[in-house]
């Protein structure tokens, strides 16, 4: 089991930074491919970016390329997900997941989910 805690959410106004953070227990950190999701109102959730075990590999949304940065501390248990230039559309409550196999946007693939935080950006 992998349990996973984000914190780092809030209100911002268009055109800030916020930083997620995600906490991992559990079992070796360094051996679980991470990925960030949001959902939206209404909305199913969808992939934002991912990280590889080493850290080596990322991969974005195409939306938020250039704007959200994932990186990971694996001496810490930790993910992270700097965003930037935020705007009204990436309001959701984002949520940090945890897979030893699968590397990749797919969700369903992602075995451990925390609860999510929420990140509001008002226009």
């Known amino acids: 089991q992998v349990q996973l805690v984000e914190s780092g959410g809030g209100l911002v106004q268009a055109g800030g930074s916020l930083r997620l953070s995600c906490a991992a227990s559990?079992?070796?950190?360094?051996?679980?491919?991470m990925g960030w999701f949001r959902q939206a109102p209404g909305k199913e959730r969808e992939f934002v970016a991912v990280?590889?075990?080493?850290?080596?590999?990322?991969d974005y949304k195409e939306s938020v390329k250039g704007r959200f940065t994932i990186s990971r501390d694996n001496a810490k248990n930790m993910v992270y997900l700097q965003m930037n230039s935020l705007t009204f559309e990436d309001t959701a409550v984002y949520s940090c997941?945890?897979?030893?196999?699968?590397?990749?946007?797919?969700?369903?693939?992602?075995?451990?989910w925390g609860q999510g935080t929420q990140v509001t950006v008002s226009s």
């Open positions: 997941a945890a897979s030893r196999p699968y590397y990749g946007s797919m969700r369903d693939n992602y075995n451990y």
């Open positions: 990280i590889s075990k080493s850290g080596s590999s990322t």
């Open positions: 559990g079992r070796t950190f360094s051996n679980y491919n």
